[in-house]
């Protein structure tokens, strides 16, 4: 099943998707789909940024992809990729 790496950019806690070229991104639309083999490396390469503090718990996700859009398979996963369910502008911390 292909999956793409995710984690939280420590700077500022967004929710980030490893990218081409190992920069990572805000949209899962812009992230890397990887096949198994991929993964593991992928995931290994991402521990390594953990290592330098760009961003935390790095892990991956089950996608599917259909008509050119990379869809998350796990709610989760597809609410994190969507941003929060509340309203901002209620500032509640």
């Known amino acids: 099943m292909p999956t793409v790496i995710t984690a939280n950019r420590l700077a500022d806690g967004a929710v980030v998707f490893l990218g081409r070229g190992m920069r990572w991104v ?10 198994p083999e991929e993964g593991d490396r992928a995931l290994s390469q991402a521990r390594e940024d953990e290592a330098r503090q ?39 911390s």
């Open 54 to 92: 760009i961003v935390v718990e790095p892990y991956a996700i089950d996608v599917a992809e259909s008509d050119g859009q990379i869809i998350a398979k796990a709610l989760r996963e597809a609410i994190r990729a969507h941003g929060p369910t509340v309203r901002r502008d209620l500032n509640r």
């Open 26 to 35: 805000v949209s899962l639309q812009e992230a890397a789909v990887l096949e």
